[in-house]
């Protein structure tokens, strides 16, 4: 049952997506922002690894000062979600005052994390809401991308954070070396810790493809739409899918997804209703996009101006990454969709 609080909020994030669309101007709901693109892994599907787009900008992470205006600036602007992403954010050295003054603010606060470094940061951590740590299976599936060794690690974080209460959720990227089996392991620790998973297929890598297409590890990486549709078929008929991250609904959106073959895919509502800060302040509509949305970075006072503007230009089509795919099925009028955004 919703909360008075919940209920507020959903009210709040329909009339933001209701002016959006009435007004043509750009209503905040959810940001990500990357701390930084370091990282103790090299994931084989993760395209920080293979594209040069963000290997330039590994060296350039924002400092504090910066960092603690971007979340002023967001604050401001009534962002309801902003979710601290990487790289691996816990490598920063300033990242326990980062998420000290990032829970201070009204938005909802989300990390994702490898998990590999949640013991060294725990008292920090119980200040947000959720937290994210990525686990893909099995120790064989686990490790065969993220590299041996990584799954004990990962494990520790993972259990560090159940001994101190700390909410959170896994989540896993389905390749081509996920199987059955990994759905089993994943559920059935996901009742054991009483905690749900995000089970995403890896999403295109949008407009960084282009830079790594010729990566012979890529191909290896990527689930053919047979294999994913069979995946999440078996989910849905799964005993433990009340752990799944958008249960039902999920799993039949993933297999229309794919058995459209993409054909049926609307715009994508990046660029206005969320967008991207990478780890230089540089704005995007996603992630994965290589052009700025705005001259100004997201530290700099002209950005509050940018954000008050008309919807920037933005064609791409909708993909499956998860927090994205909910907010634009919100734009549709899904409302029931609306909740489920601040649980991933």
């Keep these: 049952m919703l909360k008075k609080r919940d209920v507020k909020t959903l009210l709040r994030v329909g009339n933001k997506i209701a002016a959006a669309r009435l007004r043509k101007r750009m209503r905040l709901i ?3 922002f990357a701390l930084t693109y370091r990282c103790n892994l090299q994931c084989g599907y993760c395209a920080q690894v293979h594209a040069e787009e963000f290997r330039h900008i590994k060296a350039h992470d924002l400092s504090f000062d910066q ?7 967001l604050d401001f602007l009534g962002v309801e979600r902003v979710n601290i992403s990487g790289g691996e954010p816990l490598l920063r050295e300033d990242i326990d005052d980062i998420i000290t003054i990032a829970a201070k603010k009204k938005f909802f606060l989300t990390l994702v994390t490898n998990g590999m470094f949640v013991y060294k940061h725990l008292k920090a951590l119980k200040l947000v809401d959720l937290l994210s740590i990525s686990l893909d299976g099995t120790e064989q599936t686990n490790d065969y991308f993220r ?20 909410p959170f959720v896994l989540s896993a990227v389905v390749t081509a070396k996920f199987t059955r089996e990994d759905i089993n392991f994943l559920l059935e620790l996901c009742e054991q810790l ?28 990527v689930a053919n739409a047979y294999v994913i549709k069979d995946m999440f078929s078996y989910l849905r008929v799964h005993r433990l899918r009340r752990f799944l991250i958008g249960g039902d609904y999920w799993c039949k959106a993933v297999i229309d997804y794919y058995s459209n073959n993409n054909k049926k895919q609307k715009r994508c509502m990046a660029g206005c209703l969320f967008f991207n800060i990478k780890a230089n302040g540089t704005v995007t509509a996603c992630s994965l996009s290589a052009d700025s ?12 101006d940018s954000c008050s503007g008309k919807i920037p230009s933005f064609n791409c089509l909708r993909c499956l990454c998860f927090s994205y795919y909910v907010l634009n099925c919100m734009a549709d009028g899904e409302l029931r969709t609306l909740w489920t955004m601040f649980r991933s």
């Design 30 to 32: 959810t940001v990500e």
């Design 293 to 304: 949305l705005f001259a100004a970075k997201a530290y700099e006072h002209d950005f509050l």
């Design 194 to 221: 009483n905690v749900q998973c995000a089970i995403v297929p890896m999403i295109s890598f949008g407009i960084c493809a282009d830079q790594i297409k010729e990566v012979k590890q890529f191909k290896n990486v």
């Design 147 to 166: 590299g041996k060794g990584s799954f004990g690690l990962t494990f520790k974080g993972i259990h560090a954070a159940h001994e101190e209460n700390i």
């Design 67 to 73: 960092v603690r205006q971007v979340m002023d600036n």
